[in-house]
């Protein structure tokens, strides 16, 4: 027993120490042995209502019983004590343990048990196919010519499939060093909302946050939904909505499988030409997602990473979007350059 009955004070705790093992955690049967275990039978020990749970682990994969609990599925809101091996001002937790170089050389040489077993965030066997660097940071937002959204519909709330993303989007044309316009765009993240909310929710939640995206100084043209299950009923609702169109996003056999497509866009997150604004809100969160997608499907959420597909096929693959705008007039102040210069021209001429 933890705890002792009838008792309304401190009386007992309940503590769980290393309840995976490495060399078990891969196996599906293994780690939903350890949460049924838990549920079924631990959490049961607890015999009074002031008695604490106290879990010590490492987090070695991202559906074992540490992630169970920071989900909050067995009803609880967990405090949470992180300690990991290299922190954020790239210092060792405990050189006496291990020092900064031998950590270094575990992150590279075998990068699966240090980010588990050292940080505290594993990634998927197998290796990610997006890197962190990749996505290009940026100090201020660029100039859009074109803002839009992209959206991946959930069937359910729960918090173990994948969740209803929304993903606010801006084509722009890079610019070079020296702040020239050069003949290469780019896509932008401004905003992303990950949410779990049941299919009725659907269309408040996104009306809200297209409300919010029309605020922007370049609201969106349209929004590019796949009509399929609940994404069917949200298009169907919102194409009745004066001002807002809704692309259908089409998925064929020539489409190939999620791996397919995200091998497909590899090469041009790896130009570095889908950007974030480093004070945006959701960087971290896009960038630790798409870290974590693999090429042997062993990640476990994809959500945002199907948005992300989907905002570069439509902008950069596909370039169903450059042909209105490639004919688009120059700015005001750039044709009053243009009309300087040639005023300037004409002069010139005339004193001769």
Known sequence: DAGFPGCDR?????????????DE????????????????????????????????????????????FKDGRDGYDWV??????????NNALDP???????????????????????????QPAGGGIFKSKDFFILDEEPEFVMTFITADTAETSKSHNDATVF???????????????IDQWAVHSIDCMQIRVEPKHLESEFLSFYSDCSMHKTPPDFAAIEKKSTGVTLASVL???????????????????????FLEIQPIISKRLVSLTYSAKHKEMFIEHMSKI??????????????????????????????????????????????????????????R
């Open 167 to 181: 993903s606010f989007w801006g084509l722009y044309k890079v610019n070079d060093l020296n702040r020239k316009s």
């Open 239 to 261: 194409e009745d909505i004066r001002g807002l169109t809704v692309r259908d996003i089409k998925r064929t056999r020539a489409s190939g499988s999620k791996i397919d497509r």
């Open 80 to 89: 949470r004590v992180v300690l990991r091996g290299i922190d954020d001002a």
């Open 25 to 68: 955690v891969h196996s599906d049967t293994m780690r939903s042995s350890v949460i049924k275990n838990y549920k079924e039978t631990i959490a049961q020990r607890v015999r009074a209502p002031n008695v604490p749970q106290v879990f010590i682990g490492q987090c070695l994969h991202e559906d074992d019983v540490s992630q169970f």
């Open 294 to 351: 693999t090429a042997n499907n062993t990640h476990r959420h994809d959500d945002i990473a199907d948005t992300v597909y989907d905002a570069i096929k439509i902008a950069l693959i596909d370039k169903s979007l450059r042909t209105k705008y490639d004919d688009k007039p120059a700015p005001a102040n750039a044709l009053i350059s243009k009309m300087m210069e040639r005023n300037a021209k004409l002069t010139h001429l005339r004193s």
């Open 10 to 22: 401190f009386s007992g705790m309940l503590i769980m120490d290393d309840m995976h093992k490495p």
């Open 96 to 122: 006496n343990v291990k020092t900064l170089n031998e950590l270094k050389i575990l992150e590279k040489h075998s990068e699966y048990v240090f980010w588990a077993q050292y940080q505290q965030q594993p």
